[in-house]
């Protein structure tokens, strides 16, 4: 049985490194200095028989090449005191620190065996074993770690999108910032990468993903809201969910730039941009932004704003999670009480008329009506409500901040094709969230997406072809968002994504609830995207985007490197998993 011992040098988890009381590095430039003092720091620590106790000794290091030009300092020593530990090496893409090459961990007692494959050499006659691997085991003395086997593990490794089956090491679940920088720095002393998550909405992109070497960071517990009424901001902590925020304004006459779900977390919405029914007339949500806090790949709490650590705040702002562990977000609020939303229904039959005349509509109407229409299929699902059980649907919803006159008037021209249900009305802001029917429950899907340059007579014949009447898609819904109006200009000041050029936003849905259904759901979906490519955009969205690989396409080529060298900065040893990654 082994016995990890505990480090004062720098929060290692068991790890003895170069570092001093309050964890900075020392000899950053300087591989057998940092080794030398590594040797120094574990034999006080082992005090008072010293390294002669140990019956192993894992050397943790970033470069294992690097570290065969200064090994003699460790072997030396180890004869020097009589110890014959056995040593491992185990390389690793970061030890929590940049810079650091190495750090020991020693084993007291009889070394555990491991099932990882290994390799043997030697070094001036001492016997060193390297094992590439890495353990999630060094996070079991954090609260509330959940490995694989573990009771609650199989539940909270589940995002939203069911069809994604993620299988991380572990699952941690911090209900503290101090928590949440304890699981970033035992996971990158242990090897381990980390992959934030609220809710996991935006996990497509991670299907298919290993995650054997990924601490898996819920922040569902880690939430609050509080609003500053005068100042019209709100402080939202990491894993706090759109319909947190949305009733704590509300008492004030204020809202946010909320999603069309209320079950959404704030931060990833918001940093991959953030997209509402406010946007043609206020932008997108990045741009509410007003401060971002970071846990960095360091362990380091790191606050990022227009004065402080600008370069990253930029990165943020629609960069999406890269660059850290957003713990808490502040940001603008819309002074809004009420507005006037809702949604019109047809039967799909009806699409040849409906779907050019929206079209239409959406070319003319101002900025301060913002909508979307979708051509839905539902199965004949007791649980549904009658007017969507089994039905073939087109429905056009969002809102309209006019008053009510001018938003019956704008309205009328949809009114007049004789809708077999209209709730467009003033309601409450808050009423908002639920106005777009997202899923009240965690469904398996698969999804495409695109962005329109135009919708022209033709591009509309385009989308009829694949889900009017009389077709079989095998789509759940495919929807068309209006964009322009604030979005189509840059915000000053913006940050990775100021603005969303394009007119209107393809995404498409299909049910996921075998492997086989997600593979012929995404066909069904190329088709819908392949058949508008000739109005496509290069550009996308990626809080839109489930597939994986796709990162680049939702910037600037420019922005895309910039992007890069703000990774490369807070984040050298890549750490962090996110879903749409920053390479």
């Excluded at 299988?167 to 699981?183: F, G, I, K, L």
């Excluded at 109407?365 to 007791?382: G, H, I």
Aim: aromatic share 4%.
């Amino acid at each position: 049985m082994s016995t990890s011992t505990s480090s004062p040098h720098g929060s290692l988890n068991g790890a003895v490194g170069p570092l001093d009381e309050a964890g900075r590095l020392l000899h950053e430039d300087d591989p057998a200095a940092q080794l030398a003092l590594a040797v120094c720091l574990l034999e006080e620590q082992l005090a008072p028989h010293g390294l002669a106790d140990l019956a192993g000794l894992r050397v943790l290091t970033t470069d294992r090449a690097a570290l065969a030009d200064v090994v003699d300092v460790l072997t030396e020593r180890l004869d020097a005191t009589g110890a014959r530990p056995v040593v491992e090496v185990e390389e690793r893409p970061g030890l929590g620190v940049p810079g650091m090459l190495l750090a020991l961990q020693p084993l007291l007692g009889t070394p555990a065996p491991t099932d990882a494959p290994t390799g043997t050499h030697t070094h001036e006659g001492r016997s060193m074993t390297t094992t590439p691997t890495h353990s999630a085991d060094a996070l079991r003395g954090l609260p509330d770690v959940h490995l694989p086997g573990d009771p609650g593990y199989d539940e909270l490794r589940l995002p939203w999108n069911l069809a994604v089956d993620q299988r991380p090491a572990a699952v941690a679940v911090p209900r503290s910032v101090e928590q949440v920088v304890d699981v970033v720095r035992a996971a990158g002393a242990a090897g381990l990468r980390v992959a934030p998550q609220s809710t996991g909405h935006g996990a497509g992109p991670l299907a298919g993903v290993p995650m054997d070497d990924v601490v898996l960071l819920r922040l569902s517990e880690l939430t609050g809201v509080s609003v500053d009424a005068v100042d019209r901001t709100a402080r939202v902590v990491g894993g706090t969910q759109w319909h947190e925020v949305v009733a704590a304004a509300a008492p004030y006459g204020l809202t946010a730039l909320h999603g069309s779900a209320p079950d959404v977390a704030v931060a990833g919405y918001l940093l991959g941009g953030g997209l509402s029914f406010y946007a043609r007339k206020h932008g997108l949500g990045s741009g509410s932004l007003r401060a971002v806090e970071l846990v960095t790949a360091d362990g380091t709490l790191l606050r990022a704003d227009a004065h402080e650590n600008a370069e990253v705040f930029w990165a943020v702002r629609g960069g999406g999670g890269s660059f850290g562990v957003a713990t808490a977000l502040e940001m603008d609020l819309l002074p809004v009480t009420d507005l006037v939303g809702g949604m019109l229904l047809w039967d799909r039959e009806r699409a040849p008329e409906v779907v050019p005349a929206w079209a239409a509509w959406t070319r003319d109407v101002p900025d301060t009506v913002t909508t979307s229409l979708r051509v839905m299929s539902f199965p004949p699902l007791p649980e549904l409500p009658p007017f969507l059980s089994g039905r073939h649907l087109v429905i056009v919803d969002g809102a309209v901040l006019e008053d009510d006159d001018r938003a019956s008037e704008l309205l009328a021209p949809l009114r007049a094709l004789a809708p077999e249900m209209d709730t467009f009305a003033r309601m409450p802001a808050a009423g908002l969230t639920a106005v777009h029917m997202d899923p009240p429950a965690p469904v398996p899907a698969v999804s495409e997406h695109t962005v329109l340059s135009s919708l022209d007579d033709t591009a509309v014949d385009a989308f009829l072809a694949q889900v009017g009447p009389g077709t079989a898609s095998g789509l759940m819904f495919a929807e068309l968002r209006q964009l322009g109006g604030a979005l189509a200009t840059p915000a000053p000041g913006g940050g990775a994504v100021d603005h969303l050029p394009g007119a209107y936003a393809v995404f498409a849905i299909a049910p996921a609830p075998t492997p086989e259904a997600a593979t012929a759901g995404l066909a069904a979906g190329e088709r819908l995207v392949d058949a508008l490519s000739p109005w496509a955009q290069e550009r996308r969205f990626l809080n839109f985007t489930d597939n994986g690989g796709r990162a680049a396409s939702g910037f600037a080529p420019e922005t895309w490197e910039r992007l890069r060298a703000v990774r490369d900065t807070v984040d050298p040893g890549r750490l962090f998993l996110a879903n749409h990654e920053v390479g």
